[in-house]
């Protein structure tokens, strides 16, 4: 993998042998994309109407302060995406409307170049050649053939080392009893085993295990959390961030809603760095439609493990 230092330096090199020679030659067409606006906004982005080259070009266009994202880390990132095909390009795909999502840095190569070394409250411009992208197969899913080139604009939001996606507060309670008990090594996935001949409850619970000792989640903010999601009538995981290696984000109270209401309801007042219980009703869930793709009933009552990771007010950096 080729460094962004390394890139920087052959790029000044060639430019100071052009100035001594008395010369100058027009930037590339990647490295001619420009992107304008305000950390937290929807950047305006200009890409010429010529044909992409092969080189991977990166530009820091706001500097931030915050910790230094490895290569290794995850990152909490608002990011808007172009397809840039021949002469021509399209929008594949903003969150700045939405919420912020969480990247791995390894994402791809070139991600991973653009954003190494990077700080927290930066701004990133990174044109993708497909060699640093999907690659000659592309990404059909997205829409991304073999010879496209990515341009991406990232605010880097937030970063999490492997060792912080978990709760990483005081263990308060393992449930139990009447609720589910919830058992698991710190930082790995809950195993969470219901009651025999339990009836579940009928309104929403929400039961602190760990307690963290961040600030208080509030309404609006975008939150990221690992959860693991089983369905009390089977006892069965239908769904968990963990199996993913990936936290999940969210903006908590948002509308339209971007989570099931009991989240929103369950998680507001919770403290970052916590592990909570939610035991949520069909009411508070997916009502009586259900959600037959999961396995889930309209009568079903769903027990969630939640571990808040972080929660950012939009638009700002930590």
């Not at 929008?91 to 070139?110: F, H, I, K, R």
């Not at 609720?179 to 219901?194: D, E, M, N, R």
């Not at 307690?211 to 006892?235: I, L």
């Amino acid at each position: 993998m080729r460094r962004i230092v390394a890139l920087f330096v052959v790029t000044l090199i060639a430019g100071l042998a052009l100035a001594g020679c008395g010369s100058s030659t027009p930037p590339s067409p990647n490295a001619s994309v420009t992107a304008k606006g305000s950390f937290g906004a929807s950047p305006s982005v200009t890409i010429p109407k010529l044909k992409p080259t092969s080189t991977l070009a990166v530009k820091t266009l706001i500097q931030g302060n915050g910790a230094t994202i490895k290569k290794s880390d995850l990152f909490l990132s608002n990011f808007t995406i172009y397809v840039w095909s021949g002469t021509t390009n399209k929008l594949l795909d903003s969150t700045y409307s939405s919420s912020p999502q969480v990247l791995p840095a390894g994402l791809l190569p070139g991600i991973q170049s653009a954003v190494t070394g990077k700080k927290i409250g930066s701004r990133v411009l990174a044109v993708i050649p497909p060699k640093e992208g999907y690659g000659t197969s592309g990404n059909s899913q997205l829409g991304v053939t073999g010879s496209d080139t990515l341009v991406f604009v990232m605010d880097l939001i937030q970063k999490y080392s492997s060792g912080t996606v978990s709760a990483s507060g005081s263990t308060v309670s393992s449930g139990g009893g009447s609720l589910p008990s919830v058992s698991a090594a710190q930082g790995t996935a809950p195993k969470v085993t219901i009651p025999k001949n339990v009836t579940p409850p009928k309104t929403l619970v929400a039961k602190t295990l760990v307690k963290g000792s961040g600030p208080v989640v509030t309404k609006g903010q975008d939150v990221v959390a690992q959860y693991t999601g089983v369905n009390w009538r089977t006892g069965t995981v239908f769904d968990s961030s963990w199996q993913r290696s990936l936290p999940y984000s969210f903006k908590i109270g948002a509308s339209p809603s971007q989570v099931i209401p009991g989240w929103d309801m369950g998680l507001v007042g919770q403290t970052v760095g916590s592990r909570v219980l939610l035991i949520i009703p069909p009411s508070d869930a997916y009502g009586s439609a259900g959600q037959s793709q999961a396995g889930i009933k309209g009568t079903d009552t769903l027990v969630f493990v939640v571990d808040i990771i972080s929660a950012v007010n939009p638009g700002s950096a930590s």
